[in-house]
């Protein structure tokens, strides 16, 4: 009884502190301004007057689409999409079909993000002030990685080298079709053409400031070195531009067939062995001598 007391105590205390974790996680979000949103949640993608990224750029977007649709499209937007919704179709053909995550966000938190970027977009700086990136994202993507950048992106990406601050590799959850590469998880989205569809600036951003709440779990006090960031969009790139000359490895039928072969080699082998055997039983000379010997 006394050690069915102490354990219902500590699950008691358990779940409390979980409780307590998770109502100082909620306040701290709801304590969070709309500039800190946008920053973890829309930066990655999005800009406030600085241009196209990944997704479009939100100045003025209070403007054109209403605060409801802004709502809905901002929590689920392929929700939207496989509505109908024409303008929500139509941005999703538009940005190479690249779903916007679902956002964990209450209409309150949305509606600080609204209201931050109607007030930064209608400064007069505003859009110098987000240019700057800009200009040094164009720097960086007309800069081509060195072979020995390109090496070191694929070993972080398989997890040869490990990441400074100790995060998970790349391929536990993704897989690109690169000869020298084994293979990877499926878990995300495959990776080999990523660089066609989201440039420098946007695999950059994801790798730098994740909007995908998995990526954003998975790195949490793991950030990635600057150099580890160049490195794996160096060999991004490499894959992208390499991809038409790949062969696409099916390890999973070719592991099968390997297992396959081995079996049958075993078999002959075994059947050889059985030939040199003597067709009589061993004992039969034993019994045939002790017939006569009668």
């Not at 973890?40 to 999005?46: G, N, Q, R, V």
């Not at 609204?114 to 994202?137: D, F, N, V, Y």
């Not at 490195?231 to 390997?258: I, K």
């Amino acid at each position: 009884m006394i050690n069915r007391g102490f354990a219902i105590r500590k699950n008691v205390a358990g779940f409390l502190v979980v409780a307590g974790w998770l109502i100082g996680s909620l306040s701290a979000s709801a304590q969070e301004s709309g500039k800190e949103i946008f920053q973890k949640s829309c930066a990655a993608c999005h800009s406030i007057g600085g241009g196209r990224l990944v997704g479009p750029d939100l100045a003025g977007v209070n403007d054109k689409r209403s605060e409801d649709w802004l709502l809905k499209f901002t929590k689920s937007s392929q929700t939207l999409v496989k509505s109908g919704d024409k303008t929500a179709m139509a941005l999703f053909e538009e940005f190479n079909k690249i779903p916007m995550p679902d956002q964990a966000l209450s209409d309150e938190q949305i509606k600080k993000v609204l209201a931050h970027i109607k007030e930064t977009g209608g400064r007069p700086a505003a859009g110098k002030e987000a240019a700057a990136p800009s200009a040094q994202a164009a720097k960086e993507s007309a800069a081509v990685a060195t072979p020995d950048e390109i090496q070191r992106g694929q070993d972080l990406f398989d997890g040869r080298v490990r990441f400074a601050n100790g995060g998970p590799s790349c391929n536990a959850c993704h897989h690109v079709t690169n000869d020298a590469l084994l293979g990877g998880g499926l878990l995300a989205a495959e990776l080999s053409l990523v660089f066609s569809r989201m440039g420098h600036a946007g695999v950059r951003a994801v790798i730098e400031n994740s909007p995908f709440p998995v990526m954003q779990a998975a790195y949490a006090g793991k950030a990635l070195a600057e150099n580890e960031i160049l490195a794996l969009v160096g060999f991004l790139q490499h894959v992208d531009q390499e991809h038409a000359r790949q062969m696409p490895r099916e390890w999973g039928w070719r592991m099968f067939s390997a297992g396959t072969g081995g079996v049958v080699v075993l078999l002959g082998i075994f059947s050889l062995a059985g030939r040199r055997r003597k067709n009589r039983c061993v004992n039969q000379d034993i019994y045939d001598r002790q017939v006569k010997s009668e």
